[in-house]
Nanobody
Framework: QVQLQESGPGLVKPSQTLSLTCTVS??????????WSWIRQPPGKGLEWIGY???????YYSPSLKSRTSISRDTSKNQFTLQLSSVTPEDTAVYYC???????????WGQGTQVTVSS
């Protein structure tokens, strides 16, 4: 079974860039028809999908976050990375990486990592 693990700083200052990495084991991020997503949950709110990088390397982002978001990958390390620029305290959330195939729901999730935006 695929396992995912998020890593990165837990505290980011306003206006800086948030950078998180998801390390994948038990499967390859280039496996056909799998999509590798970032999702977040602000305190007291629901889940918000941020974007994905596909098995092919193509990316797609939430329209509301598109201007500040970049997702990339390192296939040699089987990792994919989220960068969210110009952060504000509203970007404080638990950030998750997750994967799904082309038709199914999210089948595997990381445990989540808390990111706080504060000076």
């Amino acid at each position: 079974q695929v396992q995912l693990q998020e890593s990165g700083p837990g505290l980011v200052k306003p206006s800086q860039t948030l950078s998180l990495t998801c390390t994948v084991s038990g499967g390859s991020i280039t496996t056909n028809y799998y999509y590798w997503s970032w999702i977040r949950q602000p305190p007291g709110k629901g889940l918000e999908w941020i974007g994905y990088i596909a098995y092919s390397g193509s990316t797609y982002y939430s329209p509301s976050l598109k201007s500040r978001t970049s997702i990339s990958r390192d296939t040699s390390k089987n990792q994919f990375t989220l960068q969210l620029s110009s952060v504000t305290p509203e970007d404080t959330a638990v950030y998750y990486c997750a994967t799904k195939d082309i038709v199914g729901p999210f089948g595997s999730w990381g445990q989540g990592t808390q990111v706080t935006v504060s000076s």
